[in-house]
Structure formats: C-alpha cells, structure tokens
C-alpha cells in the first residue's frame, strides 16, 4: 500500500499533477475620520520693551520684525484658520490704547493680516489667517508698538519701574 502511495506521488509529480489548494480571500476598508484640528506654539513667552531717551521724545517704543512675539501655528482644515489676539487682563497696566499690534507676516493663501498698528483690546483680534490647510509650521511675528510713554512713571529708585501686560493668542479653524 505505501508502495502504492509513492508510485503514484512520483507518477503525478513527472506528469505535472499537484495537489489542489483551496484559496479564499477578502478585503477591508480602512477609513480614518480625520477632523479639522489647529495648533499653536507660543516661541516668545515674554518681551520686555526698554525705552531709548530717543524712543521718550518720539513718545513711543517698538519691538518689530525679529524683534516682535513669534507664535507659530498650523492646521490640516481644508478652510484653513486664523490667528487672534487679545488683551484680557482685568487691570491692564499698560492702557490698552497704548498697546497696539500689527503683524507683517504674510497671509496664507486667500487670507489676510492686521497690518497696520492699532489698539489691542479685550476681545479677539483678527492677527493672520490663511482660507488653506497649513501643514507646516507658520511662524507668525506679532510686532508691538507703546505710546505715550511719558504716562508711565518710574517709582523713582534704582532701576525701572516695569509695566506688564498678558496678551492671549488664539487659532480657530475658518
């Protein structure tokens, strides 16, 4: 009988003959939900702006280009975002007419930018926004202009007398 087996075997293996196998198959469906999400990343947590004798008789200080807030933002929504900013101390200690903001960051694709200083305030402030997904990192640089400097007194003793106030980025999808 096992001769049998083996003959056979070797007969169907010089004839071409194998074994048949039965194979099946299938698929699956492999679906991400992505979701419209932003992000933000604060580079400058805090500037101190000093006053030249030059910048007292101009009656204002700047901090501008390298020299501003650098935040940086991306967002994978197709609609893209903006960037806000705000002033939401209870006591500022720097009127927020004095403090006013501008960016010359470039706008993303179809969007725009504050480019002109003006007054920050207590609620959001439209500072940058792109009609895009982002997907890099975008370096946004807020510049930052004080007036009216002679209105803030030094207490007098050695050193500065310092005035501070917290701004609030913000980014939301568009």
Not at 104 to 133: F, K, P
């Amino acid at each position: 009988m096992k001769r049998c087996a083996l003959l056979f075997a070797v007969l169907a293996l010089c004839v071409g003959i194998t074994p048949a196998f039965a194979v099946t198959s299938g698929t699956s469906n492999v679906t991400l939900a992505a979701s419209a999400n932003t992000m933000i990343q604060i580079v400058d947590p805090a500037i101190t702006l000093t006053p030249t004798s030059t910048d007292y008789d101009n009656d204002f200080v700047v901090a501008a280009g390298a020299s501003g807030l650098r935040v940086q933002v991306k967002t994978n929504s197709s609609t893209g975002m903006v960037l806000k900013v705000k002033c939401a101390d209870a006591t500022p200690q720097i009127a927020l007419a004095d403090l006013l903001v501008k960016t010359a960051t470039a706008a993303g694709t179809g969007g725009s930018t504050l480019n002109s200083y003006t007054a920050i305030t207590g609620a959001d402030q439209n500072l940058w926004s792109t009609t895009v997904a982002q997907h890099p990192w975008q370096v946004v640089t807020t510049d930052l202009r004080v007036q009216n400097l002679n209105a803030y007194d030094d207490a007098g003793s050695a050193g500065t007398t310092s005035y501070t106030n917290t701004l609030t980025y913000t980014v939301v999808t568009q």
